[in-house]
């Protein structure tokens, strides 16, 4: 059976969890971050993970975590953090997936140091660009929705209105 689930994917920052907080409250349903849903499992947060394990482990962890929604998610919007549809190109199995596509120097923009501090594939900004230019082909091709610049509240909106069927809780 296919899943009911609203997959939000993008770069880091891109607006993910915020816009998905948002619609699951606007649809009366659920929400769900899987990097959270990580740090949740593993007692930990992300960072301590990379620097402790590094990226591997880490995505052995995000697999999981995708197995596990697979299994017991249903009605949910779920953001997924940047890397999770470059390493999980099974995505599809678990809901719809919503590519929330924002240019890179944006991003940047609406990042304060904080944001770039916890997300340690985004220490070096040069990098960070080359990563964007590798996983935006992904994200595209990976995607039933592209919804490309938009601010959050508009987001929202072509959301609900492209899944006026999304069953409430």
Known sequence: MKSNNIILT??????????????????????L?????????ENRKITEIFEKEGEEAFRKMEKR????????VQNTI????GGFPVYI????EAGRVIYLKVEFDEIVKRM?????KKRPLFQDIQKAKE???????????????VIENRDVQTTVK??????AGFKQR
């Open 112 to 116: 304060n140091k904080d944001e770039i």
């Open 78 to 81: 779920i953001s997924v953090g």
């Open 158 to 163: 072509m959301i609900k209105d492209g899944y």
């Open 65 to 72: 975590c995708f197995e596990w929604i697979k299994q017991n």
């Open 10 to 31: 993008g770069f880091m920052g891109s607006g993910k969890s915020t816009v998905g907080r948002i619609l699951a409250k606007e649809l009366d349903t659920y929400f």
């Open 131 to 145: 990563l964007f230019e590798k996983r935006d082909k992904i994200y595209s091709s990976l995607a039933d929705i």
């Open 89 to 92: 190109p099974e995505i599809k």
């Open 33 to 41: 971050d899987t990097d959270v849903l990580i740090e949740s499992f």
